[in-house]
C-alpha cells in the first residue's frame, strides 16, 4: 500500500529563521506530482507547493522550496525567514490511483517571536 | 479562484440521527472528495467521486454514503450517527492528478 510518512509531529523554529519539515513516500510510480499543504488554525488546507516527479530541478515558491530526493523518496519541505503566519499543520501528499490523495500524519509548526 | 464551500462549520448532532453534510465547488471540477480528519491520523478518504452519479469508496466508507447528483455538489451522508464519527470532515474537489482544493472543513460532534 502506498504510504505518506512525516516523522516530525512538530516542530518550533524561531522567526526568521530556516525550518525543515520532512516527508518519505513510497510508491511504485515513475511518474508523479507530490504535494506540501498547509492548514493554518483557521482550518482551510491550501496548497503551498508542487514537485513533479519527472523534473530534477527542486520546487521554490517565494520563501518555500523542497528537497526532492526521487532515489530516496523523499520530498522535505524547507521554510525560509519564516513568519508567525506560517504556524500551522503541514501536510506532504501524493496523488495515487489517478486521482486520490495519499496524506502524511501531519506536522505542527510552531513559530516563536 | 476555485472556490470550495461546506454547509456548516460546526455541527451538533444527537447518535442515531441522520446527518447530511453538503459541499459545492464553483471550477466544474470533475472529481470530488470526502474526508475525515483525525489527530495524529491525518487525512482519511472516505468517499469520492469523479463524475455525476459516479462514487468510488476511499478508506473508510463504513457508516457512510454519498450522493452527486449535480457536478458542483456533492453530499456525504451518516446514516445512523455515532460517537466515533465525531470528527472535522474536509471536501475537495480537483482536475485529474492536478492538487485538490478544499473547504473549510465541517467539525461534526455526535452525543
Known amino acids: 500500500a502506498q504510504t505518506v510518512t512525516q516523522s516530525q509531529p512538530e516542530m518550533s523554529v524561531q522567526e526568521a529563521e530556516t525550518v525543515t519539515l520532512s516527508c518519505t513516500y513510497d510508491?511504485?510510480?515513475?511518474?508523479?506530482?507530490l504535494f506540501w499543504y498547509k492548514q493554518p488554525p483557521s482550518r482551510q488546507m491550501i496548497l503551498v507547493i508542487r514537485q513533479e516527479a519527472y523534473k530534477q530541478q527542486n520546487a521554490t515558491e517565494n520563501r518555500f522550496s523542497v528537497n526532492f530526493q526521487k532515489a530516496a523518496k523523499s520530498f522535505s519541505l524547507k521554510i525560509s525567514d519564516s513568519q508567525l503566519g506560517d504556524a500551522a499543520m503541514y501536510f506532504c501528499a501524493y496523488p495515487v490511483y489517478g486521482n486520490k490523495l495519499v496524506f502524511g500524519a501531519g506536522t505542527i509548526l510552531r513559530v516563536k517571536s | 479562484d476555485v472556490k470550495v464551500t461546506q454547509s456548516s462549520r460546526y455541527l451538533v448532532k444527537r447518535t442515531g440521527e441522520k446527518v447530511f453534510l453538503e459541499c459545492v465547488q464553483d471550477m466544474d471540477h470533475e472529481n470530488m472528495f470526502w474526508y475525515r480528519q483525525d489527530p495524529g491520523l491525518g487525512l482519511r478518504l472516505i468517499y469520492f467521486?469523479?463524475?455525476?452519479?459516479?462514487?468510488e469508496k476511499g478508506d473508510i466508507p463504513e457508516g457512510y454514503s454519498v450522493s452527486r447528483e449535480k457536478k458542483e455538489r456533492f453530499s456525504l451522508i451518516l446514516e445512523s450517527a455515532s460517537t466515533n464519527q465525531t470528527s472535522m470532515y474536509l471536501c475537495a474537489s480537483s482536475v485529474t492528478r492536478y492538487e485538490q482544493y478544499f473547504g473549510p472543513g465541517t467539525r461534526l460532534t455526535v452525543t
Open positions: 510508491t511504485s510510480e515513475s511518474d508523479y506530482y
Open positions: 467521486s469523479y463524475d455525476v452519479k459516479m462514487k
